[in-house]
């Protein structure tokens, strides 16, 4: 597993492989993206939710990679606990402290 500063190196490399992605969002939430990129200084609202997300890896990756959480991942790893269930739990916890 690479570390947080691995990956965010990682990340600041401008010619990285991408992919296409679709989603459905509803269509006030794209047009209040529309006009919220330019007052952000950002081009386009596509790049507006890529910022969105960036910012929510981090800060996510920023808590899995506490050494506290780290030693419970692993330590309930260790006691035969499923990559589905730590999975499960972990996002639960996550969006309840959002």
Excluded: C, H
């Excluded at 006691?79 to 739990?89: F, T």
Aim: net charge neutral; charged share 35%; hydrophobic share 40%.
């Amino acid at each position: 597993m690479k570390s947080l500063s691995e990956k965010m190196a990682i990340r600041r490399q401008r010619n990285r492989p991408s992919t296409t992605v679709e989603i459905r969002l509803p269509e006030d939430v794209v047009q209040d993206l529309k006009e919220m990129a330019p007052v952000f200084g950002i081009g386009s609202f596509q790049a507006l939710i890529r910022a969105y997300i960036s910012e929510g890896m981090r800060r996510d990756e920023s808590t899995l990679n506490l050494p506290e959480v780290r030693n419970l991942l692993e330590g309930l790893k260790r006691d035969g606990v499923s990559d589905d269930v730590i999975a499960e739990k972990l996002a639960e916890t996550l969006q309840r402290s959002a």
